[in-house]
């Protein structure tokens, strides 16, 4: 069964828009853990420290008991400081200053050695490493050179679709590419712009491990709060996967 783990970043964007102590990251982490709805938290460092803070990754990986997803470009001094917390695990996103959100997978057509690098950095650290890609066969296909034994597959273009044509292709782009990545022995993440509208189709993918929703579950937790918000999603994804 695909099990959740929720990105806070956005609860940090909350504070940082204010430059407040609140809302406290870690304390929505330990929120999110006693739910029980949640298996792992995430939470992306960024090079610009937008929303995420280092107190916060040091905090949620020390004090929170779920395993933690360090989410991270290749910038050398992010890569040593989560060598050095040692989390579960790390997943490698491109990373660009300009950019709202992350806005596609990684292009290991020309950053291979240095994914390779990074991948092997870490899992010298004891974490299990997971690319961010898009759900490319030809994209996978490089996978196994860097190392990795995980993948995240992009959804952000399914969850962008328009028209039900275009959204159908996406989906058939993420089957193909979960059933190609399972085919190389790789374990399947998938993230990015998912919401209770539209997780189900994503959730029902055969033998996914992990979904990452942040920015939907953080937006309506302003209205029915962060258990309810997990709950709601948790159940999507449960029925979802139910044969
Ligand atoms: N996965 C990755 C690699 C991401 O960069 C993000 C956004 O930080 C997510 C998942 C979560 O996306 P969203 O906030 O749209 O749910």
Known sequence: MAELYVNLDHVATV????????????????????????????????????????????????????????????????????????PAQATLVPEKREERTTEGGLDL????????????????????????????????????????????????????????????????????AARHAQELGLKVHVGHGLTLENVAPVAAIPGLHELNIGHSIVARALFVGLREALREMHEAIQAAARP
């Open 109 to 176: 057509s020309r950053g291979l050695s240095r994914v390779r690098d990074v991948v092997s950095e870490l899992q010298a650290a004891g974490t299990k490493v997971s690319l961010f890609i898009e759900p490319e066969h030809h994209t996978l296909d490089l996978v196994p050179k860097t190392g990795a034994r995980e993948v995240e597959l992009h959804t952000g273009r399914y969850a962008l679709a328009s028209t039900p044509e275009q959204r159908e292709r996406e989906l058939a782009a993420l089957r193909g």
């Open 15 to 86: 504070r940082q828009a204010r430059g407040t102590a609140y809302p406290d990251v870690t304390e929505a982490a330990k929120l999110a853990h006693a739910s029980g709805f949640v298996r792992g938290i995430t939470l992306h460092l960024r090079d610009d420290r937008r929303h995420v803070q280092d107190s916060d990754v040091e905090r949620v990986c020390r004090e929170v008991h779920l395993p933690f997803n360090f989410e991270l470009g290749a910038t050398p001094s992010i890569v040593a400081f989560c060598a050095s917390l040692h």
